[in-house]
């Protein structure tokens, strides 16, 4: 093994150096690639390349950063996500950016109508750069590589939009499916069509089973992680809004908020849990909302579970807070936030270091 900047070709052998989660992914990966292979739709496997040294914590084998699958024609296939661990796991607090994934795959802006603006304007970008430091405060980071127009890691895989896919008769009413929002979205932000045609259902089950499904799994993985080293987890769901989505949007003291907390009203998280998040935010100097307009989606569903000790919290970031939204990029507050966020995450890191578990409710 190399540092954590260099690259080495590694034999399969050294695969059960990652943890659960990796492997899953890998082997998920690998296979799909070599059946691509054998039909001739990829280049040929070349090898395998490890950037990072796997260390063991706590009976769990960690893996920092990414693996990389590199095909001939310099093609490299990216995994679809980035695990980054801290050398010592001193929390039970998981943070994980579902929506900041900039990995476009060439097939997919060829196809589309969009330009790379707008192809961009639904993805909550550079939010895993805010929330860096949590691994340096004891925490796991999780971030997307697909972007959010690709496939939705936010919503339930069944979340299928016949008015996209082929195939697929009318289901019950869903308003995300219905604005297009499905797990494998229609439309970008302000209802711009990414396709002028549909998609085969086979090319929506494989992007779920080979992106979707990877990053759920690395999700359960690190929360039962949490549960057997602290006996409690909770995940942070961190992701940005457009500053339009405030306008409308009223609050107590006559300013809308800065950050939306998610946890649908209580189902998903503890309100000891949100309390300490929202005064971490109010410390730092930032307006806080509850639950309006964005009470958070499949994620806060389907894993806020309180009364197992199991909290999520769905956090949105005005967006003009420390970036430029037409351009998508970072405007002249951006290092100066994230020092500020650094501040923040660190708080709330906080919360998963408590001797006792935190109580169910």
Same mark, same amino acid.
Request: net charge positive; glycine share 8%.
């Given at each position: 093994m190399v540092g954590d900047t260099g690259i080495e070709p590694?034999?399969?052998?050294?695969?059960?150096?990652?943890?659960?989660?990796?492997?899953?992914?890998?082997?998920s990966n690998l296979s799909t690639l070599f059946k691509r292979t054998r039909r001739g739709a990829s280049p040929a496997l070349v090898g395998v390349a490890i950037i990072g040294s796997p260390f063991h914590f706590k009976g769990f084998w960690h893996y920092p950063k990414l693996i990389y699958i590199r095909l001939q024609q310099g093609v490299t296939y990216v995994k679809p996500y980035r695990l980054r661990m801290p050398e010592v796991r001193t929390t039970s607090v998981v943070f994980a950016s579902p929506h900041s994934g900039?990995?476009?795959?060439?097939?997919? !802006?060829?196809?589309?109508?969009?330009?790379?603006?707008?192809l961009r304007s639904s993805e909550d970008a550079f939010v895993d750069q805010l929330f860096d430091m949590a691994p340096k405060h004891g925490a796991p980071l999780l971030t997307a590589t697909h972007p959010r127009a690709w496939v939705d890691v936010n919503r339930s895989p069944d979340e299928l939009d016949p008015a996209l896919i082929?195939?697929?008769?009318?289901?019950?009413?869903?308003?995300? !499916?219905?604005?297009?929002?499905?797990v494998v979205p229609r439309v970008v932000a302000n209802g711009r069509?990414?396709?002028?045609?549909?998609?085969?259902?086979r090319e929506a089950d494989s992007r779920i089973r080979d992106v979707w499904q990877?990053?759920?799994?690395?999700?359960?993985?690190?929360?039962?992680?949490?549960?057997?080293?602290?006996?409690?987890? !909770?995940?942070?769901?961190?992701?940005?809004?457009?500053?339009?989505?405030?306008?409308?949007?009223?609050h107590p003291r006559g300013k809308r908020p800065d950050i939306v907390l998610g946890d649908r009203f209580g189902a998903a998280a503890g309100s000891q849990v949100v309390d300490r998040i929202e005064a971490a935010f109010a410390v730092a100097g930032l307006r806080v909302a509850r639950n309006a307009p964005f009470a958070g989606a499949f994620v806060t569903q389907h894993y806020g579970r309180p009364a197992r000790s199991q909290h999520v919290v769905q956090i949105e970031i005005d967006r003009a807070l420390y970036m430029n939204e037409q351009a998508i990029r970072p405007n002249g507050n951006f290092q100066s936030f994230v020092g500020l966020m650094e501040a923040v995450t660190a708080e709330i890191a906080e919360i998963g270091r408590r001797d006792i578990p935190l109580a169910a409710e």
């Amino acid at each position: 093994m190399v540092g954590d900047t260099g690259i080495e070709p590694v034999t399969p052998s050294m695969s059960t150096k990652c943890s659960t989660a990796e492997l899953i992914a890998l082997s998920s990966n690998l296979s799909t690639l070599f059946k691509r292979t054998r039909r001739g739709a990829s280049p040929a496997l070349v090898g395998v390349a490890i950037i990072g040294s796997p260390f063991h914590f706590k009976g769990f084998w960690h893996y920092p950063k990414l693996i990389y699958i590199r095909l001939q024609q310099g093609v490299t296939y990216v995994k679809p996500y980035r695990l980054r661990m801290p050398e010592v796991r001193t929390t039970s607090v998981v943070f994980a950016s579902p929506h900041s994934g900039r990995e476009y795959p060439w097939s997919f !802006v060829r196809r589309s109508v969009l330009d790379e603006r707008r192809l961009r304007s639904s993805e909550d970008a550079f939010v895993d750069q805010l929330f860096d430091m949590a691994p340096k405060h004891g925490a796991p980071l999780l971030t997307a590589t697909h972007p959010r127009a690709w496939v939705d890691v936010n919503r339930s895989p069944d979340e299928l939009d016949p008015a996209l896919i082929e195939g697929l008769g009318r289901n019950a009413h869903n308003p995300r !499916v219905a604005s297009g929002l499905g797990v494998v979205p229609r439309v970008v932000a302000n209802g711009r069509a990414i396709y002028s045609g549909k998609l085969t259902r086979r090319e929506a089950d494989s992007r779920i089973r080979d992106v979707w499904q990877p990053w759920h799994n690395a999700i359960q993985t690190l929360l039962d992680e949490s549960h057997a080293l602290f006996g409690e987890a !909770v995940l942070i769901d961190c992701h940005s809004m457009p500053h339009e989505a405030l306008e409308n949007l009223s609050h107590p003291r006559g300013k809308r908020p800065d950050i939306v907390l998610g946890d649908r009203f209580g189902a998903a998280a503890g309100s000891q849990v949100v309390d300490r998040i929202e005064a971490a935010f109010a410390v730092a100097g930032l307006r806080v909302a509850r639950n309006a307009p964005f009470a958070g989606a499949f994620v806060t569903q389907h894993y806020g579970r309180p009364a197992r000790s199991q909290h999520v919290v769905q956090i949105e970031i005005d967006r003009a807070l420390y970036m430029n939204e037409q351009a998508i990029r970072p405007n002249g507050n951006f290092q100066s936030f994230v020092g500020l966020m650094e501040a923040v995450t660190a708080e709330i890191a906080e919360i998963g270091r408590r001797d006792i578990p935190l109580a169910a409710e």
